[in-house]
């Protein structure tokens, strides 16, 4: 069997990485044995970070996986090729949002569709979609796809408000969670490493320059409040750990850097190599409390840790975030330890140490069965 893949792979975060690990513990729990075909818009780029993680990949797959080999996802010769000789195509996770490569995965599903190849978007969030270009183009792409999950039930209502298509059957349609929980659930269940000290693990996202805005000296400077606060109060190292070490999708470290140096103290450390998926889910699974910003800091913390804080900066009431929350029944969880920074008019935030929680192991179960479910439906071995 063999699945192709693609999506925003070529710029990938660890948050992408974590994707594509939980993709691969999913398909591994419903096939004996298969291959993947990495669709890549940077090709070098995930050749680095594939031999980076490709020993958790073959791990997480219960050594079902053979192979993964990556191509030029933005060559058409490459992507056709690519998809002919596949058995499936797939979107695996990441938003439906307004970039140019949107047009690459509508066109590879209906190449796909033609050569009577199944196609499925797995795992993605709608949105942000603002223009009519681009909510045309994730429409198309819904209606080419033989099965949606969505990574929360916000992003289907979002979606089925804007298909007008009734040949196309909302049983199709879906939502679950992000499948980077899959890979986070798997290292906490299966690794048993420790931390040789006790330290706090934070991450920030600079938002100023994509489609979120903000104030960018504004933020820096509530950041670095954060963190001296944290420092004084608890007396122990902060990592700041970054979930995208890359200048295409915004460079956490280029933000850590200018609070550590603002700061100058010792007790602050920036993960200036960039880290490979394991080693930050150790990062965060073996801190004695976590604080998260970009969305799958988020995931992973949540899973791996447990005593984590939110500082979201998408939309309270629509964003991803607040999605994720509400597709795991966590707002009671989360009461003391979710702040909006769109609703936060305040310059500073005090951060307490939470007490720990964990999800319900059923819950997980519950929405990795609706994957598999049908994802074998499709494949035809239901």
């Not at 693609?6 to 994707?19: H, L, S």
């Not at 049983?171 to 269940?189: E, Q, W």
């Not at 966590?330 to 936060?344: D, F, G, P, Q, V």
Request: aromatic share 10%.
């Amino acid at each position: 069997m063999t699945i192709t893949i693609i999506g925003w792979y070529g710029t990938e975060t660890i948050g992408d990485r974590a994707i594509l690990a939980g993709i691969i513990n999913l398909f591994s729990e419903i096939l004996p044995a298969f291959d993947i075909k990495l669709g890549s818009i940077v090709p070098e780029f995930s050749q680095r970070t594939l031999l980076e993680d490709s020993e958790y990949y073959i791990e997480i797959s219960n050594r079902r996986l053979n192979n993964i080999s990556i191509f030029n996802s933005l060559a058409k010769r490459e992507l056709k090729r690519a998809v002919k000789n596949s058995d499936l195509v797939i979107v695996g996770g990441g938003p439906l949002m307004d970039i140019i490569p949107m047009y690459m995965l509508n066109y590879a599903f209906k190449y796909a569709k033609k050569k009577g190849i199944p196609t499925a978007i797995v795992g993605c969030g709608w949105g942000p979609l603002k223009t009519p270009e681009y909510i045309s183009v994730a429409k198309s792409l819904v209606q080419h796809s033989d099965i949606t999950i969505f990574r929360d039930s916000t992003s289907l209502n979002e979606c089925l408000a804007h298909l007008n298509d009734a040949a196309h059957c909302d049983a199709n349609i879906t939502s679950a969670i992000d499948p980077a929980f899959f890979c986070a659930d798997f290292y906490r269940k299966n690794k048993s490493d420790s931390a040789k000290e006790e330290y706090i693990a934070v991450n920030f996202r600079d938002i100023s320059n994509d489609q979120y805005g903000g104030d960018s000296e504004k933020n820096e400077k509530m950041f670095t409040q954060i963190i001296k606060s944290i420092i004084d109060k608890y007396d122990i190292p902060v990592h700041l750990v970054p979930m995208h070490s890359y200048f295409i999708g915004g460079d956490d470290r280029s933000l850590f850097n200018k609070i550590a140096f603002s700061l100058k103290d010792a007790r602050i450390k920036v993960h200036n190599d960039p880290p490979s998926l394991t080693e930050v889910m150790s990062l965060y699974k073996n801190a004695r409390f976590c604080i998260g910003m970009r969305f799958h800091s988020i995931v992973l913390q949540t899973i791996l840790n447990g005593k984590n804080i939110i500082l979201d900066y998408t939309d309270p009431n629509n964003g991803k975030i607040i999605g994720m929350m509400n597709e795991l029944n966590l707002s009671t969880e989360y009461k003391n330890r979710y702040y909006s920074l769109i609703n936060h008019n305040n310059d500073s935030i005090s951060i307490t140490e939470p007490d720990t929680f964990e999800i319900k192991p059923d819950t997980l179960l519950s929405h990795k069965n609706t994957y598999k479910n049908l994802l074998r439906s499709l494949l035809g071995n239901g």
